[in-house]
């Protein structure tokens, strides 16, 4: 008879590798304050003995299924990998799933549309208690709120419309991208500004704002009402209607600051079509670095928030929340990156 081989477990682990079962478990799913060398001799014992962690697993008292889930919600279908500015949300999405990979943990994708939400149709892997926790980007509702709070379901928030003091969260460092990117323009020339907001109601878009504004005060400028397009949204639409709405303003101007990539790439069109030349007559800025820049036929500067970085420390924070590893909602701002495109 063949030699029955039985399967690694923690405890060969620990042993071959040195430390005890808890630091190879932190290791494992990617837990702080394990020293780089301790990770990558339990991982090299790890696969050395093909230990495989327990699908599901016992953390506190609950049972852990090793799945987390990305949650999406917006007002519209969000725009995915080969749809126009759908670069962003797709890196977002590459940085939780490189993470959660790291730390032997697997990703459910799931999306809402505002409808589903006043609904209450919520994702199979919610309903069935299939996820440990949630990443949530998009739009914070009080309805999910209340659903993963009596469902006791942790959640992190990334790149979310609103501030949520009770819950862990990743957000863009706005004020400080808007000031490094009024400090280039205006060192390069730049005199007369406007501006073409997103949705007013969404954090992001109330910060880069309020940046502007307080960067240029700061450097002797002002931005009066009129100089302000108010938007709706952060499509090219946007972009068209608010450069419309300044036109009839009659507002002498030489920099356009968009608060995103598409709503630049909309004004962009209606300048051309204004018979504005751009950069030669208006300096055309966006935010977020997607891949429509390669639809512009002109250079124009934009924001890079790194987004995969924003997608892996969401899923960061959820795991030491899952494992209580955070006795305080963290709230973490990451900082962006000037983008000058030529």
């Not at 420390?313 to 305080?328: R, Y």
Request: charged share 20%.
């Amino acid at each position: 008879m063949g030699q029955v081989l039985r399967a690694a477990t923690i405890d060969n682990v620990a042993k071959q590798a040195g430390v005890a079962k808890a630091t190879v478990s932190r290791a494992m799913r990617g837990s702080p304050g394990i020293a780089k060398t301790t990770r990558e001799r339990v991982l090299r014992a790890a696969r050395d003995l093909n230990y495989r962690p327990s699908l599901t697993r016992q953390t506190r008292g609950r049972t852990r299924t090793g799945q987390v889930g990305f949650l999406a919600i917006s007002e519209l279908p969000p725009r995915m990998e080969g749809q126009l500015g759908g670069s962003y949300l797709d890196a977002i999405l590459h940085g939780c799933l490189t993470y959660a990979e790291q730390a032997e943990t697997s990703v459910v994708i799931c999306r809402m549309s505002f409808e589903q939400v006043e609904k209450g149709e919520w994702p199979t892997a919610l309903r069935r208690g299939q996820l440990d926790g949630v990443v949530l980007r998009g739009w914070w509702q009080q309805q999910v709120s209340s659903w993963l709070k009596e469902n006791k379901v942790p959640c992190v928030l990334v790149d979310c419309d609103q501030y949520v003091s009770s819950l862990p969260q990743v957000q863009i460092e706005n004020i400080q991208a808007m000031d490094s990117l009024v400090d280039y323009l205006t060192e390069s020339g730049s005199k007369r500004f406007v501006t073409i907001t997103g949705d007013m109601e969404h954090l992001n878009a109330q910060e880069r704002l309020a940046g502007l504004q307080m960067a240029l005060v700061r450097r002797g400028l002002t931005l009066p009402p009129d100089q302000i397009a108010v938007e709706r949204g952060f499509d090219e639409a946007s972009g068209q209607r608010g450069v419309q709405t300044l036109l009839s303003r009659n507002v002498g101007f030489d920099t356009l600051v968009c608060q995103n990539d598409l709503i630049a790439y909309g004004a962009l069109q209606a300048l051309k079509q204004a018979g504005l030349v751009v950069p030669d007559q208006v300096r055309l800025t966006g935010f977020d670095n997607m891949d429509v820049g390669h639809r512009f036929d002109v250079p124009i500067i934009t924001v890079d928030p790194q987004p995969a970085t924003l997608g892996r420390e969401g899923v960061k924070l959820l795991l030491q929340t899952i494992e209580g590893d955070s006795l305080q909602p963290v709230h973490l701002r990451l900082p962006a990156k000037l983008v000058v495109r030529t």
